[in-house]
């Protein structure tokens, strides 16, 4: 796929039309981690924000929980 840089008002930019933002799995505001390599490669990739605390510390116990019985004769 060829894309060509345009003046995005004083910057550049490259538009990401819908079927190329649905093939990524992108959506407006997205944020995106942008790695230059040697010999001008340039990728893009999607910065997925891990889960919380306090979400780990949630499914630990639930699944402390639902396997006690299990977890105690592996203890």
């Known amino acids: 796929m ?3 840089i345009t003046k995005v008002g004083n910057s550049q ?3 990401f039309d819908t079927a190329l933002m649905e093939l990524a799995h992108l959506k407006v505001g997205d944020e995106l981690n942008v ?3 040697q010999g001008g490669t340039i990728t893009l990739t999607r910065v997925r924000p891990g889960p919380s605390s306090d979400e780990v510390s949630r499914v630990v116990k639930s699944t402390m ?3 006690a019985r299990t977890m105690k004769k592996l203890a």
């Open 2 to 4: 060829t894309k060509t």
């Open 35 to 37: 790695e230059l390599h």
């Open 65 to 67: 929980k639902d396997y």
């Open 13 to 15: 930019g490259i538009i």
